[in-house]
């Protein structure tokens, strides 16, 4: 929710668009000419996608592995920043567009993605029972708690976070919506 987007906001699509060296152009845009890398970083798909990262995570086998194997928790990790890429991507300004996303589509998607994330943490506090298996040295009760502070914690955060991109997607559209504002005044004056 948060590290994903910050990386799409740095642009980096743009950077290599914008290299000097003629092979990460080139091979830039071969990999997004890819109808393969378009499918993927269309809004609905990339919705799909992160979704299915963020409950995959939280209540699959998976999210158990994580529980009691750092590598799996890593995995877990490099997930969230693939699927929270490409899920951004298309959502947030800075880059290049694959296939062009309304603004308004922009603002509904971020809002509409903030209610599994914080239902993921609202489950998570106020459930009684452990979500995963825990390594033997923590106890059910500290498991439990642990459970209960993490999901508290991504039942807020999630909130606060999301509610800084609807913020930044919505300026981009009143940005917008002033540029076409001004040129069509400009093209009236000019007729």
């Known amino acids: 929710m948060f590290i994903a987007p910050l990386f799409v906001m740095g642009s980096p699509i743009t950077v290599a668009f914008n290299s000097k060296n003629l092979n990460i152009r080139t091979r830039t845009r071969q990999i997004l000419n890819s109808r393969y890398v378009q499918f993927l970083f269309r809004a ?28 799996f928790h890593s995995f877990e990790i490099v997930l969230f920043i693939i699927g929270g890429f490409i899920y951004y991507y298309p959502v947030m300004e800075g880059n290049p567009q694959l296939i062009p996303v309304s603004h308004q589509v922009r603002v509904i998607s971020l809002f509409a993605m903030m209610v599994p994330e914080t239902m993921v943490g609202f489950f998570l506090y106020s459930g009684n029972m452990l979500m995963h298996s825990l390594p033997a040295s923590i106890t059910r009760t500290k498991g439990l708690a642990d459970q209960h502070q993490g999901g508290s914690i991504m039942w807020a955060m999630g909130m606060l976070i999301d509610s800084v991109w609807v913020v930044l997607a919505t ?16 093209t009236a004056a000019a007729a």
């Open 44 to 71: 609905p798909i990339g919705f799909a996608i992160f979704l299915a990262v963020l409950l995959g995570t939280h209540f699959s086998p998976l999210a158990d592995a994580g529980m009691t194997n750092s590598n």
């Open 171 to 186: 300026k981009d559209w009143f940005s917008y919506e002033q540029r076409v504002a001004k040129q069509e005044d400009e």
